[in-house]
C-alpha cells in the first residue's frame, strides 16, 4: 500500500464519517521532558513518509474499533442499557451484561459487513492514484513515478453474522 507519497497527510473516512488524522512529520526530540518540536530543516513541513506509512495500519484498526465502540455506546444508549469503556474494554451493570454482550454483536456485524476495504481503496483511488511520488528521504529512487492504487484482495466467504452466535466473542 502506497501511504503518504504525495506530501499530503492520508486522511481516508471511518464508517462514523471522521477522518482518523495521523499527523506524523519530521520531528526533533528533545530528551529532556520528552519535548517534541517541529523541526527548521524541514521548511515546508511535509509529513513524515516513513511515519505515515507505518502509523496508517494500526490507526486505521483503531479508528475500526473505535467506531464499534461508538456504535454500541449508541444504541445502548437506545435500548436504556448502561455502557462505561475504556479502549476496548466494555462495561455495565450485571443485570444488562447479556443485553449488551448482543448488543456488542450485532453492532460489530453492522460495522464489518460493510465494503471496509473496498471503501479505503476507492478513497485512496480518488484522492491518490496517479499523483506523483515524492519521499524526501529517498528521491533519487522515486523521482518521476507516479502513485498506483492497487485494488485489496477478494472478501473472503466467512459470514461475518456467525459473530451473533459465538460463545466467545464477547465475554
Not at 442499557?81 to 455495565?92: A, K, L, N
Not at 460495522?111 to 479505503?120: E, R, T
Not at 499523483?131 to 529512487?141: A, E, G, L, S
Not at 522515486?142 to 464477547?170: A, H, M
Request: one cysteine or more; aromatic letters at 12%; charged letters at 15%.
Amino acid at each position: 500500500v502506497y501511504v503518504c507519497v504525495c506530501d499530503c497527510l492520508c486522511l481516508p473516512f471511518t464508517s462514523l464519517a471522521l477522518p482518523p488524522l495521523t499527523h506524523h512529520r519530521h520531528q526533533v526530540i528533545i530528551p529532556f521532558q520528552q519535548i517534541a518540536i517541529n523541526t527548521t530543516s524541514n521548511p515546508t513541513n511535509v509529513p513524515n513518509p516513513t511515519k505515515q506509512r507505518s502509523a496508517f495500519p494500526p490507526n486505521y484498526v483503531h479508528s475500526l474499533d473505535s467506531t464499534h465502540m461508538m456504535y454500541t455506546a449508541n444504541k445502548c444508549r437506545e435500548q436504556g442499557v448502561r455502557f462505561v469503556s475504556v479502549h476496548d474494554s466494555y462495561w455495565t451493570h450485571a443485570a444488562t451484561v447479556d443485553a449488551m454482550g448482543a448488543i456488542c454483536r450485532e453492532q460489530f456485524v453492522h460495522l464489518h459487513s460493510q465494503p471496509l476495504l473496498d471503501n479505503l481503496y476507492q478513497f485512496f483511488k480518488l484522492h491518490y492514484d496517479g499523483r506523483i511520488f515524492q519521499d524526501p528521504v529517498n528521491t533519487h529512487k522515486t523521482q518521476g513515478r507516479s502513485v498506483c492504487i492497487e485494488p485489496p484482495p477478494p472478501r473472503g466467504n466467512f459470514d461475518v453474522r456467525r459473530v451473533l452466535k459465538s460463545k466467545y466473542f464477547f465475554h
